[in-house]
């Protein structure tokens, strides 16, 4: 296959990506906010608490998602000038999500609504019931059969909800509930200003970035790059970066909010966002760095234990058990596990209560949750959504979940390597690379193109990184030769020849000269 026939495949596949989800769409393509179930009933009962002072908490979650939907929602209501509430619940203290636990930080207002979580707190809302408490669920997590009894349930994904695109994140969830409040409250709200929140949480929340996620996501990081917030300016000036793309938010700055949450308190990264000023962004930022610091080498830790604690490598979804593992670090190790085995992974850790709990995540194409729902009766909790769970189950237990998951099948049809296409060393040129950037951003259902190729020589291999961490290597193949970057390889190539090597392409700009890298898997 010559050049030109190899490009015009490459953008024939990248394109029908898209034409088999509803196509390329834009800002202009967003369903209008009444189409989700209850957002009418929850915006009147909103308008009222406010005409009457009632007092209002918004309750989120530990995670990117759930901290950039409980700032959106506060930042809305101090714009229109009413005074709020928010209580984000500790993973170590209180759990996850609005459960009876937290009933001593939420009694005594009149009006509760959970952003990113509640889909299934049916015992918080019977107790929300018993104290005259109305309690409206913004979720975007899978229902389970019994719904709470909640005042207004807005969750695209439950049942008879006409809001179109199931598969979006819950700070999209709450900017939603804030343009229907806009139009309640007849504010001028600047809803493109919260668009960089919403790209943020989108990717951090491995969203699918097809449909209006692709939307969202392109419109948020201009508006991101543009912004002057002091977080962002402190980012930018952290990261050494001059704008944002979806891979500086997914390889740095999601790790960077969610280890707060992981680590600490999310209210460390809600402090952080809501900083009003560059000197208050830097101090927040730097607790984040220290804190992110610390996550890096308890992951580290725990990722070497796991390896050694594998309880059935037969099993198509990969189960790893421990004891007083940190619990905010499981799933990201299971997101390690997952990509060194190419499999899902559980990681499961012991409490000193004797409890099993852990996270799981999952590989492109096979949905955790649903494989794990058949299973849900030999665990105390369970929820997540198709790439991400987080459950837990009781010692006598274990056995019986784990031989369980041997019947769960996986297409072995499916490419675990996720190569994109084999290409031929001499097609590779700025024609191709402006080909893929027309469809950035790359995530979650748009992966970036992995290549592959044969017969590539190894020119020279050095150590780079702060650690000596990453390889540094010139490929080779007739007239073509570009450098190529290998991040914390696990087994670094040397100088030779004839070698089959996977990569994606990508930009570098050095001294004012833009040349094209590989990015080596």
């Not at 007092?55 to 530990?62: E, H, N, R, S």
């Not at 031929?424 to 027309?438: A, G, H, R, S, V």
């Amino acid at each position: 296959m010559n050049k030109i026939s190899q490009i015009e495949e490459i953008e024939s596949i990248l394109k029908n990506r898209f034409e088999k989800n509803g196509g390329i769409l834009s800002l202009s393509n967003l369903p209008f906010p009444n189409t989700f179930k209850d957002m009418n009933k929850a915006c009147k009962r909103i308008a009222s608490a406010i005409d009457n002072k009632e007092k209002i908490i918004i309750v989120g979650d530990y995670d990117v998602d759930g901290v950039i939907s409980t700032y959106i929602l506060v930042d809305f209501f101090n714009f229109i000038g009413f005074n709020v509430d928010s209580f984000i619940p500790n993973r170590f203290e209180h759990g996850y999500g609005i459960s009876l636990e937290i009933t001593d930080f939420v009694k005594g207002y009149d009006l509760i609504i959970s952003v990113d979580n509640g889909i299934t707190a049916v015992p918080f809302a019977l107790w929300c019931k018993e104290e005259g408490i109305d309690l409206i669920i913004t979720d975007h997590h899978t229902p389970k059969e019994t719904l709470p009894d909640a005042y207004a349930i807005i969750d695209p994904k439950q049942n008879e909800c006409g809001f179109i695109y199931p598969d979006i994140c819950g700070a999209f969830v709450a900017w939603y509930l804030i343009s229907a409040l806009k139009q309640e409250l007849k504010t001028d709200t600047d809803l493109k200003s919260y668009l960089p929140y919403v790209a943020i949480a989108t990717i951090a929340d491995v969203m699918p970035l097809i449909h209006i996620n692709r939307a969202v996501v392109i419109a948020g990081l201009k508006e991101l790059n543009a912004s002057a917030n002091p977080a962002f300016a402190a980012l930018k000036d952290h990261l050494k970066i001059t704008e944002f793309k979806s891979t500086t938010i997914s390889f740095w700055v999601a790790p960077l909010l969610n280890s707060a949450g992981r680590m600490d308190d999310a209210s460390l990264a809600l402090k952080f966002l809501q900083s009003s000023s560059s000197m208050e962004a830097a101090q927040n930022l730097l607790s984040l760095v220290n804190t992110n610091e610390k996550r890096k080498t308890i992951q580290n830790d725990i990722c070497s234990k796991a390896s050694k604690n594998l309880l059935n490598a037969k099993d198509n979804v990969l189960v790893f058990v421990g004891s007083d593992w940190h619990e905010g670090i499981l799933g990201i190790v299971s997101s390690t596990m997952t990509e060194k085995y190419k499999k899902p992974t559980i990681i499961l850790s012991f409490t000193q209560e004797g409890v099993l709990k852990g996270s799981g995540r999952s590989i492109d194409g096979f949905n955790l949750f649903e494989a794990i729902t058949s299973k849900s009766h030999f665990l105390d909790k369970f929820g997540g959504h198709a790439m991400a769970i987080g459950l837990s189950l009781k010692k006598e237990n274990l056995v019986n979940f784990v031989s369980s998951l041997q019947d769960i099948e996986i297409d072995e049809s499916f490419d675990i390597n996720n190569t994109f296409f084999k290409i031929d060393f001499e097609t590779i040129d700025f024609e191709l690379y402006n080909i893929l950037e027309k469809y950035e951003p790359y995530g979650e259902a748009n992966p970036k193109p992995l290549f592959e190729c044969d017969d590539l020589d190894i020119i020279s291999s050095n150590s780079i990184g702060k650690n000596s961490e990453h390889r540094k290597y010139l490929i080779s193949k007739g007239n073509a030769t570009f450098e190529a970057v290998h991040f914390n390889p696990i087994k670094p190539l040397d100088v030779s020849i004839n070698n089959n090597i996977r990569f994606m392409l990508d930009k570098n700009n050095f001294r004012n000269q833009e040349k094209l890298q590989l990015i080596i898997i």
